[in-house]
Each structure stands twice: as C-alpha cells, then as structure tokens.
C-alpha cells in the first residue's frame, strides 16, 4: 500500500470540507427559499359565479373619460376588470363634451361591460361659452 505524505491528505481534507462546507450553505438557501415562498402549485382560477363580487368593464366615447362609481372616481375608460360588490351602484362617466349616469344592479360573479357613448347620452351638458 502507498503511504500518502501530509501535504497530500491536507489538501484532500480540504477540499473535502469546502466541498461539505458548500453542500451545507446550498441545503441552507433551498430551505430558506422554501420557507419564505409560497407554495409552487398550480391552482386552478376561481370560478366567477362563486365570488362575491362583480366585475365592471366601461368602454366610453370619447376614449378619455372620467369613470365614477357612487361618487368615487375609478380613473379613465378604458376601465377594465374593476371589482364592484354585489347590489346597486351609481356610475357616472364626465367627457369634455358632457357627462351620463346610469345606475348598475349588479349579482355576485357578474361580469358586466359597457359601451357608452357619453356625447350622444349625456344628462348634464356642458354650458356654452360665447
């Protein structure tokens, strides 16, 4: 049997222990990643008719127009994907050329799209300037 010299085994023992030492910290990272991340499941996306909410897309000419909803402003249309809780609710839709209302009655799940064209509807025109 060969002897093997002090230098030789040194390095061999190091090299073992950074090798260890490397498995340690990476077993150390995979652990904390999957502690702190959720779990990498898929699940399916939730039925529509089961949420307690509905869901409010507005559409509106002109493209710029002021979106609110009982009194609270949503941004400007497009408006897509907003959520509404079930039941009845104010909308009114302010363009340069005149502001509409329409009152929505919304069921839980709904999914409700609206196309409007506020000139050609509105309520409350704009007062001229001479």
């Given amino acids: 049997m060969r002897s093997v010299s002090p230098r030789t085994l040194l390095v061999r023992t190091g090299l073992a222990t950074a090798l260890a030492l490397g498995l340690v910290a990476c077993a150390t990272l995979v652990t904390t990643v999957a502690l702190a ?3 990498w499941r898929w699940q399916p996306p939730p039925d529509p008719r089961a949420s307690p909410r509905a869901r409010l897309s507005v559409t509106t000419l002109p493209a710029a127009t002021e979106v609110r909803v ?5 941004g400007y249309a497009p408006l ?5 809780d079930a039941g009845t609710h104010t909308l009114r839709l302010k363009a340069s050329c005149g502001e509409a209302r329409r009152t929505l009655r919304v069921a839980p799940g709904q999914d409700v799209r609206l196309t409007i064209d506020v000139c050609r509807a509105r309520r409350v025109p704009e007062p001229y300037v001479l």
């Fill in 37 to 39: 991340c959720p779990p």
């Fill in 70 to 74: 009982d009194g609270r402003s949503l």
């Fill in 80 to 84: 897509l994907g907003h959520y509404l």
